[in-house]
């Protein structure tokens, strides 16, 4: 039997090169892998930020239907004093009497009706806001589970990096002690 750096009783054969080669291919592996994952991450920040702006807006957004909201409802507050002003006015100019009999059912059926204008005004705005706000809740959760997401890639690729150069250690180990 020859033995030798050649032969069949240890030194340098396919058992160190596999070896070698084994270490270098999970330790570029890992590193390759670690890379992907945090190129993944940095979309997933990206994509968090975008929804940060989205939940910003929407945000403002809920601001201006609470203003808007007020100033319509505030033009319909006026709108029912113009309307039943208007009304007294043309009854006494008919020459009846303003705060009796029809009058006053005609002036009591335009206050009603001034306010459930006024009320409905209130609510849709109330329901635009509700809305808005909603929105900026889910955009600001949509952040935060891409800022998770981007967390987890970069874990996930830490490890690969590190399990790359375990198991290219232990084959670089092999690769030792096929030559002896």
Sequence with gaps: MASGIFGQGGGFGSNTINGFAGAVSDIFGGKAIRAADDLKAQGDLVEAGNYDLAAGYAGENAQYAEI???????????????GTGQERSEIAGAGLK???????DLLRSSVQQGALQTQMVQAQGQITTAGYKEEQASYENLASYARVSAQAE?????????N?????????????????
């Design 68 to 82: 808007s909201g007020a100033v319509k409802t505030a033009q319909s507050e006026r709108n029912v004093l113009l």
């Design 98 to 104: 303003v705060g009796s009999g029809t009058s006053l």
């Design 154 to 162: 970069m874990d996930a690729g830490n490890q690969a990096e590190k």
């Design 164 to 180: 790359g150069w375990i198991t290219g250690g232990i084959k670089a180990l092999s690769g030792l002690a096929s030559l002896f």
